[in-house]
């Protein structure tokens, strides 16, 4: 008899607790999705450790920052923004954990993240599996936001920065023949190597790939004589900071002395300690101008000034912009409603932010210039910046 009791009574308890648990589900998919304790819910998923850590720490305190001037003004549709964080500690596969977390566990309305390609590709398809919409503030990689139609970036793609530094090489630094260090097994460094290359080559310019690996550790000795036997104008280093500062302390040991170009990556106040002086004259390019007089980019210059003692980086103005603009796209959705705040996202038109202004196209991604760096002594300075329309 106790034990039909015990039965019963465990088949109610199981009852009430799915009941309960598709009630909730209800909410998250309905109105309110990500509010929680009267809060609503922003993820944030980026690399604050490990090997590109510092990506992650200038884009979260510039989310930070936004986050608490969008607060003081009052908060989206009324109520105060929370960010819940996940260090994916520069692991790829930690972009997929974070986003499961984020979605299943954390309640999120929309997931901010990740600023590595290759932790974006991770993280996309599991956004776009629980219809959670993710924007991206600085992953460039095609592939990120391509067929998904709740996945989003604010940065400009690897097509146009590819093309635009082969450009960039071909016309102002007169180059004709490019050596290439190419990460192997990292999507941004491949996928970025790949269309500087097609493009250089359009131009009637010569292209000698040389490989490595996350094997290769900090030992470029055989790299480094692949590039010195290229007999290159320039080197052309589509990887991280990290990466980059060995490779260039190794190439001027050497006694090589060739003018070294890079894309976005190589942008972190890190870069020029870990270089110690061998990146001197080198070129890179970046997402925005600190020195843009705009009233705008100014002012949050100096707030993150005030807060941090520096001037912010590409990757802080770029985690900026992507809370205003999905605060924005919250406002305009009208409730907190995930399609229709994925809906309003693929609306965003000549949204004015630090990094300039722009729309997101229909692909989900953004159109815009890129600002070319120069490293003199201990600064970067801004030399050029380059029209998508130069390019194409
Ligand atoms: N664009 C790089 C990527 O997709 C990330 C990055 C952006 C790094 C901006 C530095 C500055 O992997």
Redesign the pocket.
Do not use: Q
């Given at each position: 008899m106790r034990s039909v009791w015990t039965q019963l009574m465990l088949i109610l308890t199981v009852c009430t607790v799915l009941v309960l648990a598709s009630c909730k589900q209800e909410d998250n998919d309905e109105a309110d999705a990500g509010v929680v304790d009267d809060k609503v819910r922003i993820g944030l998923f980026v690399s604050t450790s490990g090997d590109f850590g510092t990506?992650g720490q200038d884009t979260r305190a510039a989310v930070n920052l936004a986050m608490d001037e969008i607060n003081a003004a009052g908060g989206v549709l009324g109520k105060q923004i929370e960010i819940v964080f996940h260090d994916t500690r520069s692991l790829p596969e930690q972009g997929g954990q974070a986003a499961t977390h984020l979605v299943s566990r954390d309640n999120v309305l929309v997931g901010i993240g990740a600023?590595?390609?290759s932790v974006s590709l991770q993280a996309a398809p599991v956004f776009q599996n629980a219809g959670v919409p993710m924007v991206s503030p600085?992953?460039?990689?095609p592939a990120v936001t391509q067929d998904r139609d709740f996945v989003f970036r604010i940065c400009y793609l690897d097509p146009f920065q590819g093309g635009a530094m082969a450009v960039f090489a071909y016309n102002e630094l007169e180059a004709r023949r490019v050596a290439m260090i190419v990460k192997r097994d990292d999507d941004?460094s491949t996928g970025l190597a790949d269309f500087f290359q097609r493009k250089f080559e359009s131009l009637n310019g010569t292209v000698v790939r040389v490989n490595f690996s996350r094997e290769t550790g900090s030992d470029f000795s055989s790299q480094v004589t692949a590039i010195q036997n290229a007999n290159a104008d320039v080197l052309f280093a589509p990887v991280y900071y990290n990466d980059m500062s060995v490779i260039a302390r190794q190439i001027r040991t050497a006694g090589l002395d060739i003018q070294m170009l890079g894309g976005?990556?190589w942008?972190s106040e890190l870069l020029l300690t870990g270089a110690d002086g061998a990146l001197e004259g080198g070129i890179f390019g970046t997402?925005y101008n600190p020195f843009d007089e705009a009233e705008k980019t100014q002012a949050f210059v100096e707030a993150y000034r005030e807060l941090h003692d520096k001037r912010p980086s590409?990757?802080a103005a770029l985690g900026y912009d992507a809370v205003y603009v999905v605060a924005e796209a919250i406002e305009r959705a009208g409730e907190f409603n995930r399609a229709k705040v994925a809906e309003a996202l693929r609306a965003t038109r000549d949204f004015e932010g630090v990094t300039g202004t722009f729309s997101i196209d229909a692909n989900r991604n953004a159109r815009k210039p890129i600002s070319i760096l120069r490293i003199e002594g201990d600064r970067f300075v801004p030399i050029r910046q380059i029209t998508p329309a130069e390019v194409e």
């Open positions: 990506y600023v590595a390609s600085s992953s460039t990689n941004y976005d990556g942008e997402h590409g990757l």
